[in-house]
């Protein structure tokens, strides 16, 4: 049997936006209005019809959509896997994309699993029978590690594409660093809004997880390259990871004691590395809990939504931005099904155009 082309493989790794996060019975309909407004339609052969017509431009997109529904990486509350649903029923309230941006729509995710390398070999072949029936590729099961092989096979269609995804749990900032290396080497750098620092070597045992892509993420790029915004929840010292760690960190204290002042250093701070080249990983508990409620680990005394957005353009107008995403929110735990409305997923929907 040959191999899949670079075009058969999104198909097989992604679904139409919405379907990729599994939902039979009573998770079933969630993605029936937002296939309706994309598509006008979410009768399966009409949305099998227009999801190809997406895939066949992906050679001349600007910018790449991808939602990446798992939060099997997240350890407090869950929900994020519906964050994808809600960031693109909140984005498109005001209108369809703006012509440059692309949905191809969402990695496949099994729910139970986060990454092959933490699975056995029994299981992946499981998997694999049961994703890929009649395919004798070995092709990855798990939504990390399939997100990781998309990244790299629209690398390979169009390299000059923005990707932006849509999370999920934080744990998806380890294949976009990945994506990012194949792509440009040690030349970038990331701009990453939290609360936490992510930078645990494991978290009870789990090497990929939510708490640790920071941490490899560092083991690969070039010093210093890797700037933390809006920290403030963390048993140890801003002193204690920037000595540990290759990472420069403002915290959220400064950000808002000084937003213009922060924002400033963090410019200068990435030209001084040289660095021409932005990735902007944002997760929405970087911003105050006033702002971003709908998420797995809110905190206080954060971040201004107007601070990060303003942050991002600001970013946008010096360097170029090679993509980005927006994680770690979950409608759910807003109590509402209106994702569209809900004020988590509207703020979101705002980093996204931000990131456009």
Known sequence: ??????????????????????????????????????????????????????????????????????????????????????IREALLRSGPYPKEVLDLGDVLCIPQLLHDEMLSDEQIKTCRAVLYPGLADALPVSPLSICENVLYTIAELNPGARMILLGGDHSVGWPAVLGCLKRFGNDFGVLHFDAHPDLMEHRLGIKYCFGTWAFHAVQRMRPQSLVQVGIRTTLKTKEFWESKFPVRQFWAQEALAQPTATADAIIKHFQSRGLKRIYISNDIDGTDILEAPATGTPEASGLHAEFVEGLIRRVHETFEVIGGDVVEVAPPLSGSREFAQEKTCQLAARYVKALF
Do not use: C, H
């Open 1 to 86: 049997m040959p191999m899949l082309s670079a075009l058969d493989r999104l198909r097989v790794f992604l679904r139409p936006p919405g379907k990729g996060l599994f939902t039979l019975s009573t998770g079933g309909g969630y993605a029936s209005g937002l296939l309706r407004t994309l598509y006008g339609s979410d009768a399966a052969p009409q949305v099998e019809k227009a999801w190809e017509d997406q895939l066949a431009r992906v050679r001349r997109a600007r910018i790449i959509v991808i939602g990446v529904p798992s939060d099997t990486g997240a350890g407090i509350m869950r929900g994020a896997n519906f964050g994808p649903i809600g």
